[in-house]
């Protein structure tokens, strides 16, 4: 098997075309017109710094590196800059899920419950009182389904997209995968720490820890060397800081002297742009990387299909606002699959991303995209706060539209 390098693959004039034999390319120009962007947008204060990665099915085609790891210090970005990726640990529990649902342990409409029994029997709200964060349950109307847990249709919720989990968490002193459904599995879409509940189901099923099974079954077959939970020693000077967007301008947090590492199905992943473009390049061959398969085609196909039915991914409210703006975009269009949001319709814009691309992101702003119709699968990493602010975005949208345009 082929380990990737970190290196930046330029292609020169006479790239194959979209559609023809070849797998597709970012012309020369394409490479330039983007790196001058992103160094513009460190220079304006943008952003602090970034690492952003193109990838085709068999190699990366673009992998560079802008602006500060650690802007006090000095420290630049590099290519191999390590990030707190957060929810784009989710796409790789829903994975292990997938595997253990080849493998016969599981089956996606199995009550979550059976395996981990504190979702078992799981009441919904019937009322509620906002000023005391005092409410009234019911039974749910069926129970929570493994599918509801990858689709996010469970009726659990973050505080930062919900002000009812705000509340209970508060004045009940509950965490946020202990408390009542906000709905009833299956009738509606939020974004949630469901994931969390999946990754106990693989601990629990394995019987290894998430940390143990990802490192066999996804991180070592991909050649992934750098992702895990934990942060070894000689590793911790390639660890990239936290900037939070204020209104005087990005303000950073330093590093802990020690990182404590966060080991959750949901969350708490380290990895680089590199090791994750292998990620999405095992997406792109439909569950195999050079030869080594992780998965059936026909179980990619079906985590990146519609999972949710008639329902559409809903808009999370800023209920946290120094946490997390309004997001996802596509929000009452787009659908969800098992593990992935899903864009049902082309860009609005020329040069976007295509109908049925399927996308996440982490919470400090890192973000990929898988687009199977064009072929390439696209990594944009940085470390800022706000979730899905503004600034941060836009960047991101320059980023992909350049991509687009320069595809050949």
């Known amino acids: 098997m082929r380990r990737i390098g970190a290196v930046i693959t330029i292609v020169l004039a006479f790239a194959c075309t979209v559609g023809s034999a070849g797998p597709p390319e970012l012309a020369a120009n394409g490479a330039a017109a983007i790196g001058r962007m992103f160094q513009a947008a460190v220079d304006k204060g943008e952003i602090p710094g970034v690492v952003a990665a193109v990838t085709n099915r068999d190699r990366i085609l673009y992998l560079e ?5 650690d802007a006090a210090r000095g420290v630049p970005m590099a290519r191999n800059t390590i990030f707190r990726i957060a929810s784009m640990t989710k796409p ?4 292990d899920v997938m595997m253990l649902i080849e493998e016969g342990k599981l089956r996606l409409d199995d009550p ?7 979702v078992k029997g799981r009441e919904v709200i019937a009322s509620f009182n906002q000023s005391d964060g005092t409410f009234t349950t019911r039974p749910a109307k069926a129970p929570i389904t493994v599918r509801q847990l990858l689709a996010h249709t469970s009726g659990l919720a973050y505080p930062f997209t919900s002000s009812t989990v705000v509340a209970i968490q508060e004045k009940a002193k509950l965490a946020p995968r202990d408390q009542p459904l906000l709905f009833d599995p299956g009738t509606k879409w939020h974004y949630s ?8 189901i ?11 099974f990802d490192q066999k079954r996804v991180f070592r077959p991909l050649g992934m060397a750098d992702t895990s939970y934990h942060l070894p020693a000689d590793k911790a000077g390639r660890l990239v800081t936290i900037h939070n967007r204020e209104a005087s301008g990005l303000v950073e947090t330093p590093n802990p002297a020690a990182y404590v590492p966060s080991v959750r199905g949901d969350g708490g992943l380290l990895s680089t742009a590199s090791d994750y473009a292998m990620f999405l390049q095992m997406l792109l061959n439909e569950g195999s990387f050079h030869g080594t398969r992780l998965l059936k085609p026909e179980t990619v196909r079906l985590m990146a299909s ?5 329902i559409n991914v809903e808009e999370m409210p800023a209920v946290l606002p120094r946490m997390s703006a309004a997001f996802p975009a596509g929000a009452g269009i787009d659908k969800f699959g098992l593990g992935f949001q899903i864009a049902t319709r082309d860009g609005a814009a020329a040069h976007e991303r295509s109908a049925g691309s399927y996308t996440w992101a982490g919470l400090n702003n890192t973000h990929f995209w898988v687009d199977p119709k064009r072929g390439i699968g696209v990594l944009y990493m940085t470390q800022v706060l706000p979730f899905y602010n503004a600034t941060s975005m836009d960047v991101m949208k320059r980023f992909e539209k350049l991509i687009y345009e320069h595809l050949r």
């Open 65 to 69: 590196a802008f602006g500060k790891q």
């Open 92 to 95: 790789v529990t829903s994975v």
């Open 112 to 118: 979550a419950g059976n395996v981990v029994p504190s």
């Open 193 to 200: 720490p469901a994931t969390g509940v999946l990754g106990d």
């Open 202 to 212: 693989v601990e629990t099923l394995s019987g290894e820890s998430i940390e143990a």
């Open 306 to 310: 519609n999972q949710i039915g008639a």
